[in-house]
């Protein structure tokens, strides 16, 4: 099913999560003093890898056309706020939404509703580095759609082959587009779907069919509002197909204080254009 594209401008950045990973993991030997005084906060848009990971993220969502972006914050996080708010009014222009409470994801996006409007828009976290063509290619989509990385793509990044068994798989149905979410797949289900699998980092592209999905989702186990509940509510109830947009390129992920050199290394030469 070929759809006509419907280029975004829009993109919200969730980064009101708590970090408790990363305030939690040990590392701090190997961390600056600015970056561990930033580890224990667990604000990770903030963590010092050259400059502020955030920084990197602005910068890679106005290389690949994005021009309105919304960062998702907790209502302590004045630090986040206050150093994103000058870069508005630069390439791009920065609004900001508060989640009250640590509900999940998609309680997360349901705080950027009114930045959204009607219109289509990107999620991602705020604690990864995605690369241009993941954010390239949902832009050019005609509607709903994913990243689907690939393994090999992902172990050229700093995520190794055993943290990659731990992410979400994606499944497609016979037209290539999303009908299954398999949240930290067991060793069966390799046995099962033999052949690379297709891995979701949480990077996406939404309509605001997601909001009505993300109202109608009972709290999950772990008392939270997830996401991926909401995209099967959107794909099985509502009727929101989601296209795989598939990609080679590695993500980097900034999860604990073990994950700081590597990333700060690898975003050397990266330039930053805010």
């Known amino acids: 099913m070929k759809r006509e594209v419907i280029l975004t401008e829009k993109a919200v950045i969730l980064a009101a999560g708590r970090g408790t990973r990363m305030q939690r993991t040990h590392g701090a030997d190997v961390l ?6 930033v580890a224990q906060t667990g604000i990770k848009a903030l963590m010092p ?10 910068s890679a969502l106005a290389d690949a056309g994005y021009r309105k972006i919304c960062l998702v914050t907790a209502p302590h996080h004045d630090a986040l706020r ?4 000058p870069f508005s009014g630069g390439r791009v222009t ?6 009250h409470e640590p509900l999940g994801t998609a309680n997360a996006i349901l705080a950027a509703a009114e930045f959204v409007g009607n219109d289509h828009f990107l999620m991602i976290n705020s604690d990864n580095y995605y690369p241009p063509a993941a954010l390239h290619g949902l832009r050019n989509c005609g509607g709903a759609a994913v990243a689907a990385f690939s393994p090999e793509g992902l172990a050229r990044g700093n995520i190794s082959p ?7 798989v994606l499944s497609a149905d016979d037209n290539g587009f999303l009908d299954r979410i398999v949240e930290k797949p067991s060793e069966q289900y ?6 690379p699998p297709l891995v979701g980092m949480n990077c996406w592209r939404f309509t605001p069919t997601i909001f009505a999905a993300c109202k109608a989702i009972p709290k999950s186990p772990r008392g939270e509002f997830e996401l991926p509940d909401a995209v099967m509510v959107a794909i099985r109830e509502l009727g929101e197909p ?17 994950d ?13 254009r805010l």
């Not at 890898?49 to 602005?58: H, I, Q, S, T």
């Not at 390799?190 to 052949?195: A, N």
């Not at 700081?260 to 930053?272: G, H, P, Q, Y």
């Open 260 to 272: 700081v050199a590597e990333v700060t290394r690898r975003l050397k030469s990266v330039e930053v």
């Open 32 to 37: 600056s003093g600015d970056q561990a005084a």
């Open 162 to 168: 055993e943290r990659i068994q731990s992410f979400a």
């Open 94 to 99: 920065i609004d900001f939404a508060t989640q």
């Open 242 to 258: 989601f296209e795989l947009v598939r990609c080679d390129e590695p993500v980097l992920d900034l999860s604990t204080r073990a």
């Open 190 to 195: 390799f046995r099962e779907h033999p052949g």
């Open 82 to 85: 206050n150093h994103a708010r």
């Open 49 to 58: 890898v050259g400059r502020p990971l955030v920084d990197y993220a602005l």
